[in-house]
C-alpha cells in the first residue's frame, strides 16, 4: 500500500510539473502579447504628442504675439524626461526612441516632467514660440527706440525666472554696430543669478552718430542654467530707427505747452497682411483744432521720404501713399507730421506693421480622415490668411511617412482663386497598419507651407452582426399610443380621444382603433381625423374589443400634429368605447435594423482582404445564419441577403446570441491576427438567459461587442453591461435616422 502510495504521488508530482509548464509557456505568451501591445500604444502616443505640439506651434507662430493653444497629450510610460527637451528649432521626446519635430523658427520651454494625460499650453512669444513652461519671461515681446541722428537714447526690459529652480543667466549682446552704439547695464559680458520668480532690469543705451539715419537691429540673447543642467537660449529683439536730420522730433518742442499745428487722426494699411515686396498703400486722415488749413503733409516709411501738399482750403484732408515695391519681411515704421497755412509743423505720428516672411506657406487648419473603407479620402482645409495673404494654389497629400507626395484636388472651388481652400486626395486601398498621413500647401508665390501631420489605422476585423429577430422587431419604429379606456353613449359623434404625434419618419402608416359596443343590437362607430381631414372609420356590434387597421397617409401634416377619434352609438342606452388606438409609422424595426446593417457593410467591406463577416439572428434561440465570409463584393451581396431575409418571431435570448456569435469569432475561419469584433442590436431586454454570461465568453476570448438599443424598450443597462465587460459601447437609437448613423459610426472606427 504504501508503494501504491509513493507511485501515486511520483506520478501526480510529474502531472503538476507538466502543469506549471504549460502554465509559464502560457504566462510568457501572454506577457510578450501585453509588452508588444505596449509598445505599438507608447509608440503611438509619443508620435501622436510631438506632432500635436508641432501643429499647433506653426498655427500660432503664424497668428503672431500673443497667439496660444492649450494642448492635450498623452505622455507614454516609457517617457524619459531627462533625454526630452524643446529647444532651438525641434521638440524631442525620448520614450524608448526618439520622435522629433522640426519647425523653421525658433522654439522654447519643456516637456512635462511626469508621464500619462497632459495639457499643455503652445504660446506664440511674436520671434518664437514657447511650449509648456520656460526658464525665462520677459515684460515685452520686443524693444523698438525712435531717435535723432547725432542723439541718444534708453530703453529697459525685464527679465524673470518663471522656472521651478534657481537659474544662472548669461546675456550676449548681437550688435551690427555702425551709425549706432549699444550698451548694456549690467554692463556685458554680463552675468547675474535669479532665484525662482525674481527679476533683473536691464537697460540699454543707444547713441547714434551725425547722417545715421536708417535703421538699426539686433538684440541680446539670454542663457539661462540651473543645477541640475537644464538649459535654455531665448533672444530679445531690438530694432533702433534713426531719423534724419530734417525730420526733428517735434513732440520735444513746446513741451507740456498746446499741441500746435494738424494732427494725424488715423493712419491704416491696405492689404493687410501685407506681402513681401507687394503694393502697399498707407492711408492717413489729419485735422487742424486751431481753425487753419493744411497745407501739406510729410510721409516717412522707413528711408521712403515723399510730401503731399493740397490745394484745397480744408481744415481735414485724406490723402494714401503707394508704395510699388513694397517692403522686406520684418517690422517698419510709418512717420507722419502735417503742416497748416501759417507753416506751423504738427506732432509727428506713428504706425508700425510687420511684413510677414513668406517662407512660411499657406497652413493647414483642419485635417479631414476618411468615413468608408472603400473610398479612402484624406483632405483638409489650408489659408494663407496668416502667413501671406496669397491664394492657395496647390496641396499635396502622403500616406506614410516614406510615401509619395501626391497632388490633392480643389474641393468646392478651384486652385489660385482663394486664400482659404478645402481640398482632397482619394488613396488606394491599404493594408493593415498604422499610417502617419501628412499634408502641405503651396501658395500662389510658390511657397510651401509646413509639413501637418495626422495618423490614421487600417486594421483587419473579424465582424459578426447580432441581430434581434423576436416578435417585438415587427413593430414598426415610430409608435404613438393612447391605451385609455374612453366611451360616449351620444348618438352624434363625440371626441373621445386626442393623441399628439411629435415625430414623422414619412408618409405610410398603420392606424389601429380597438372598439366595441356595449350591447349586441347597437352599432359602435369611430371617426378618426387630423386637422379636419379623415384618415379612417368604422362599425361593429361587437361586444368584445374588436381591433381595426388602416394604412394611412401622413405625409402631408407637419409635426406635431393631433389625431382625433370620435364615437357614436346609434341607438341611446348604448354606450361605443375605445381602449386603444395607435399610430404605427413604417418602417418596422426589422427592416431599420436591415438597412443599417446594409450601411454598415458599405463602410467596412472594402473588396479586400482585410474584413471577414458573418450574421447571427436569435430569439429565443440562436442561429449562424451565415459563418465568416471574406467581405469581396459576391459575399457582401449574400451576407446583406441574409440580413434582409430575417423573419421576427418569439422571445429575446442575449446569450444565445452572444455565444454563437463568439464561438465563430473564435473558430477556424477567422483570421487569427485580426481584430475580433461583434455588433449585436435588440429592440427589448433578455427573457430567456443571461447576457452577462455570455459577455464574459466574448471577453475570455478577445471579443470587442459593440451593442445598440433600438427603441424605447430597449434595456440601456443590460447593454451597457455587456459593451463594458468586453471593452466595447453602448448606443441608443431612438429612430431610424440615429440607427444608421450608429452603424456608420461603428464602420468607421
Given at each position: 500500500m504504501v508503494k501504491n502510495r509513493g507511485q501515486a504521488s511520483f506520478e501526480f508530482l510529474i502531472l503538476l510539473a507538466a502543469t506549471l509548464l504549460v502554465l509559464t509557456a502560457t504566462i510568457a505568451v501572454a506577457i510578450q502579447s501585453i509588452n508588444s501591445i505596449n509598445a505599438q500604444n507608447n509608440q503611438d502616443d509619443a508620435t501622436n504628442a510631438v506632432m500635436d505640439l508641432g501643429s499647433a506651434a506653426k498655427d500660432v507662430y503664424a497668428q503672431g504675439t500673443g497667439a496660444k493653444k492649450d494642448v492635450y497629450i498623452v505622455i507614454p510610460a516609457s517617457y524619459d524626461p531627462a533625454a526630452s527637451f524643446v529647444g532651438n528649432q525641434a521638440i524631442k521626446m525620448s520614450a524608448g526612441s526618439d520622435y522629433v519635430d522640426v519647425e523653421n523658427f525658433p522654439m522654447r520651454g519643456s516637456l512635462p516632467s511626469t508621464p500619462g494625460p497632459q495639457w499643455v499650453w503652445v504660446v506664440s512669444e511674436g520671434n518664437d514660440v514657447l511650449i509648456g513652461n520656460g526658464m525665462l519671461a520677459f515684460n515685452t515681446t520686443q524693444i523698438y527706440v525712435v531717435m535723432n541722428s547725432n542723439g541718444s537714447a534708453s530703453a529697459s526690459f525685464s527679465v524673470m525666472n518663471t522656472w521651478v529652480n534657481a537659474t544662472n543667466v548669461t546675456a550676449s549682446p548681437v550688435w551690427s554696430g555702425g551709425g549706432v552704439t549699444m550698451s548694456e547695464v549690467p554692463q556685458e559680458p554680463s552675468q547675474f543669478f535669479l532665484n525662482p520668480q525674481a527679476s533683473q532690469t536691464v537697460t540699454l543705451n543707444f547713441a547714434s552718430g551725425y547722417n545715421s539715419s536708417g535703421f538699426y537691429s539686433g538684440g541680446i540673447n539670454f542663457t539661462a542654467t540651473d543645477?541640475?543642467?537644464?538649459?535654455?537660449?531665448?533672444?530679445?529683439?531690438?530694432?533702433?530707427?534713426?531719423?534724419?536730420?530734417?525730420?526733428?522730433?517735434?513732440?520735444?518742442?513746446?513741451?507740456?505747452?498746446?499741441?500746435?499745428?494738424?494732427?494725424?487722426?488715423?493712419?491704416?494699411?491696405?492689404?493687410?497682411?501685407?506681402?513681401?515686396?507687394?503694393?502697399?498703400?498707407?492711408?492717413?486722415?489729419?485735422?487742424?483744432?486751431?481753425?487753419?488749413?493744411?497745407s501739406g503733409c510729410q510721409i516717412l516709411a522707413d528711408n521712403q521720404s515723399s510730401s503731399v501738399t493740397f490745394n484745397t482750403s480744408s481744415e481735414n484732408v485724406a490723402f494714401n501713399q503707394y508704395y510699388p515695391n513694397g517692403f522686406a519681411p520684418g517690422n517698419h515704421t510709418v512717420v507722419v507730421d502735417c503742416n497748416d497755412s501759417n507753416g506751423t509743423i504738427g506732432p509727428l505720428s506713428y504706425y508700425y506693421f510687420t511684413v510677414n516672411s513668406s517662407d512660411l506657406g499657406p497652413i493647414v487648419i483642419q485635417m479631414t480622415m476618411p468615413t468608408s473603407s472603400t473610398s479612402l479620402v484624406f483632405g483638409g482645409l489650408a489659408t494663407d490668411a496668416y502667413t501671406g495673404g496669397y491664394d492657395v494654389q496647390a496641396c499635396d497629400v502622403r500616406v506614410g511617412a516614406s510615401g509619395m507626395w501626391n497632388a490633392a484636388s480643389a474641393s468646392g472651388g478651384s486652385w489660385g482663386t482663394s486664400i482659404t481652400q478645402n481640398f482632397s486626395y482619394t488613396s488606394p486601398p491599404l493594408q493593415p497598419g498604422s499610417y502617419i498621413i501628412s499634408y502641405k500647401c503651396e501658395d500662389s508665390t510658390g511657397v510651401w507651407g509646413g509639413i501637418y501631420n495626422d495618423t490614421f489605422g487600417v486594421v483587419s476585423v473579424n465582424l459578426m452582426f447580432i441581430l434581434d429577430h423576436s416578435g417585438s422587431m415587427a413593430d414598426n419604429v415610430t409608435n404613438f399610443v393612447d391605451s385609455a379606456t374612453n366611451s360616449t353613449n351620444s348618438t352624434s359623434w363625440a371626441a373621445v380621444t386626442n393623441m399628439s404625434v411629435t415625430d414623422s419618419n414619412g408618409n405610410p402608416a398603420n392606424l389601429s382603433v380597438e372598439f366595441k359596443s356595449s350591447q349586441a343590437n347597437c352599432t359602435a362607430s369611430y371617426n378618426v381625423t387630423v386637422n379636419g381631414t379623415q384618415l379612417a372609420t368604422g362599425s361593429t356590434a361587437s361586444t368584445s374589443y374588436v381591433t381595426q387597421n388602416t394604412n394611412v397617409s401622413i405625409g402631408s401634416f407637419s409635426v406635431p400634429f393631433n389625431v382625433i377619434?370620435?364615437?357614436?352609438?346609434?341607438?341611446?342606452?348604448?354606450?361605443?368605447?375605445?381602449?386603444?388606438?395607435?399610430?404605427?409609422?413604417?418602417?418596422?424595426?426589422?427592416?431599420?435594423?436591415?438597412?443599417?446593417?446594409?450601411?454598415?457593410?458599405?463602410?467596412?467591406?472594402?473588396?479586400?482582404?482585410?474584413?471577414?463577416?458573418?450574421?447571427?439572428?436569435?430569439?429565443t434561440t440562436a442561429t449562424t445564419v451565415?459563418?465568416?465570409?471574406?467581405?469581396?463584393?459576391?459575399?457582401?451581396?449574400?451576407?446583406?441577403?441574409?440580413?434582409?431575409?430575417?423573419?421576427?418571431?418569439?422571445?429575446?435570448?442575449?446569450?444565445?446570441?452572444?455565444?454563437?456569435?463568439?464561438a465563430e469569432l473564435n473558430s477556424s475561419r477567422a483570421n487569427a491576427t485580426a481584430s475580433k469584433v461583434a455588433v449585436l442590436l435588440t429592440d427589448g431586454q433578455s427573457n430567456v438567459g443571461d447576457s452577462v454570461t455570455g459577455a464574459e465568453y466574448c471577453r475570455s476570448i478577445g471579443?470587442?461587442?459593440?451593442?445598440?438599443?433600438?427603441?424605447?424598450?430597449?434595456?440601456?443597462?443590460?447593454?451597457?453591461?455587456?459593451?463594458?465587460?468586453?471593452?466595447?459601447?453602448y448606443y441608443f437609437a431612438p429612430d431610424v435616422a440615429t440607427l444608421d448613423y450608429i452603424f456608420q459610426n461603428i464602420g468607421v472606427h
Open positions: 543645477a541640475a543642467g537644464n538649459t535654455e537660449t531665448d533672444g530679445m529683439p531690438i530694432t533702433v530707427e534713426v531719423l534724419p536730420s530734417s525730420l526733428p522730433l517735434n513732440l520735444s518742442c513746446n513741451p507740456g505747452g498746446p499741441i500746435e499745428g494738424p494732427i494725424v487722426t488715423d493712419i491704416s494699411q491696405s492689404p493687410s497682411p501685407v506681402q513681401p515686396y507687394g503694393n502697399l498703400t498707407i492711408f492717413v486722415t489729419a485735422a487742424d483744432n486751431s481753425n487753419r488749413t493744411i377619434v370620435s364615437l357614436k352609438a346609434n341607438i341611446t342606452h348604448c354606450t361605443a368605447s375605445t381602449n386603444l388606438v395607435s399610430l404605427q409609422q413604417e418602417p418596422s424595426k426589422m427592416s431599420a435594423a436591415a438597412s443599417g446593417a446594409d450601411s454598415f457593410l458599405n463602410v467596412v467591406a472594402n473588396n479586400s482582404n482585410t474584413t471577414l463577416a458573418g450574421l447571427v439572428s436569435f430569439d451565415q459563418t465568416l465570409l471574406q467581405m469581396n463584393s459576391s459575399n457582401q451581396q449574400i451576407l446583406e441577403n441574409d440580413i434582409n431575409g430575417l423573419i421576427p418571431a418569439t422571445s429575446t435570448c442575449i446569450q444565445c446570441g452572444l455565444d454563437n456569435a463568439c471579443v470587442t461587442v459593440y451593442t445598440i438599443g433600438f427603441g424605447s424598450d430597449a434595456n440601456a443597462t443590460e447593454l451597457t453591461d455587456v459593451a463594458l465587460l468586453t471593452n466595447g459601447q
